[in-house]
T-cell receptor
């Protein structure tokens, strides 16, 4: 069975500081990995995804993540936080199987606070 | 392309009633998935439909059901509502590029 663990339910950074949100996954089959962001009273917006190929993935709004198979991790980073980055972030995994890509398993989420 | 749309955006029901939520996927997407989001349980997968067939199912009771039409639009139904069904219900449509979510339907059960 697949699972996702996000380390830290709440992360606080200063504006301009590095953002690091941690995600570890468990999967018995090659995974697809995703990061989503959710602003209050909205749905989820896809930030970036890893399927196959290059392990460093660049997404929208300056975010990137690196797939490390040996560490079963997919941490999200951004070099310089902006006030507009304050939101809840979700890491998700699905099976690398076309028949199962419609089923995402989510972590519990990390709330990012950006202080001025 | 228009995004995923969900109707209604807000619903208030009482215990014992039933409710139907609707989702229109992005044009050309044949897969539609449904999720329940609550503060306590987080985001949980309900089911996925692909070409009018349920392809995956999560661990929810039979009160939760869904269907998909030939135009890929999907509905989910919850019968005999319980207080614990209060949640944000999210629909997502899929392509090889990933899952794209709608704004959700906020269901409140009184």
């Amino acid at each position: 069975a697949q699972s996702v663990t996000q380390l830290g339910s709440h992360v606080s950074v200063s504006e301009g500081a590095l953002v690091l949100l941690r995600c570890n996954y468990s999967s018995s089959v090659p995974p697809y990995l995703f990061w989503y962001v959710q602003y209050p009273n909205q749905g989820l917006q896809l930030l970036l995804k890893y399927t196959t190929g290059a392990t460093l993935v660049k997404g929208i709004n300056g975010f990137e993540a690196e797939f490390k198979k040996s560490e079963t991790s997919f941490h999200l980073t951004k070099p310089s936080a902006h006030m507009s980055d304050a939101a809840e972030y979700f890491c998700a995994v699905s099976e690398l199987n076309p028949g199962n890509t419609g089923k995402l398993i989510f972590g519990q989420g990390t709330t990012l606070q950006v202080k001025p | 392309k228009a995004g995923v749309t969900q109707t209604p955006r807000y619903l208030i029901k009482t215990r014992g009633q039933q409710v139907t939520l609707s989702c229109s996927p992005i044009s050309g997407h044949r897969s539609v998935s449904w999720y329940q989001q609550t503060p306590g349980q987080g985001l949980q997968f309900l089911f996925e439909y692909f070409s009018e067939t349920q392809r995956n199912k999560g661990n929810f009771p039979g009160r939760f059901s869904g269907r998909q039409f030939s135009n890929s639009r999907s509905e989910m139904n919850v019968s005999t509502l319980e207080l614990g069904d209060s949640a944000l219900y999210l629909c997502a449509s899929s392509s090889t590029g990933g899952q794209f979510f709608g704004p959700g339907t906020r269901l409140t059960v009184l």
